[in-house]
């Protein structure tokens, strides 16, 4: 699978719109991208997957560019509940790999 | 309510002494796993389960062994514990594959 790069940290002022990025330059056709997140010491939290088209559900929007190679996770109204570790994670789904491989993520902090 | 569930959430033991750490889920999901998750580590999984009877290793298999004998449970059996395997523990299932998997809430597991 594919490798992905976020950067360590980021913060975010309560209420605004939080755009987590992620670089996943060399992925393939068949593999999708997936954001989970990660309160602190609790189990991980699947937030949404994509494969080329922008995404949303009722916790976030995922903007995937046309190339593929890069992605942003938006939270669009940020609480201070938002403060998690975030992982952008790429998958081939249609291998015979059957893990999800969590990297370290971005620690993003909603600040008051 | 959905949810996987694992018992015991805490739990102090010696070298050498058998445990098991159980994991139930709820949602009739095909695919259930394992994680370890350690300080600068990361989240690494142990071994995983596509269906009943149907087992394989993760990254860090090794000290582990697990079974699947029923759909919704998954016990994870460390039948010789080491100082080197405290750790964080957490379940996961997911409907089929590991692309959207629900978390427990973790066992914390101290090996003296």
Redesign the interface.
């Known amino acids: 699978d594919a490798k992905t790069t976020q950067p360590t940290s980021m913060d975010c002022a309560e209420g605004r719109a939080a755009n987590l990025p992620c670089n996943h330059s060399t992925i393939s056709g068949n593999e999708?991208v997936?954001w989970?997140r990660?309160i602190h010491?609790?189990?991980?939290?699947?937030i949404i997957?994509g494969l080329k088209n922008n995404e949303t559900n009722e916790m976030a929007s995922l903007i995937i560019t046309e190339d593929r190679k890069s992605s942003t996770l938006i939270l669009p109204h940020a609480t201070l509940r938002d403060t998690a570790v975030y992982y952008c994670i790429v998958?081939d789904?249609g291998g015979s790999n059957?893990?999800?491989?969590?990297?370290?993520?971005t620690l993003l902090t909603v600040n008051p | 309510e959905a949810q996987v569930t694992q018992n015991p959430r805490y739990l102090i033991t010696v070298t050498g002494k058998k445990l098991t750490v159980t994991c139930s889920q709820n949602m009739n999901h095909e695919y259930m796993s394992w994680y370890r998750q350690d300080p600068g580590l990361g989240l690494r999984q142990i071994y995983y389960s596509m269906n009943v009877e149907v087992t394989d290793k993760g990254d860090v298999p090794e000290g582990y062994k697990v079974s699947r004998k029923e759909k919704r449970n998954f016990p994870l059996i460390l039948e010789s514990p080491s100082p080197n395997q405290t750790s964080l523990y957490f379940c996961a299932s997911a409907g089929q594959g590991p692309d959207t998997q629900y978390f427990g809430p973790g066992t914390r597991l101290t090996v003296l």
């Open positions: 999708y997936y989970y990660q010491s609790q189990g991980p939290q699947y997957h998958r789904r059957y893990k999800l491989t969590f990297g370290k993520g």
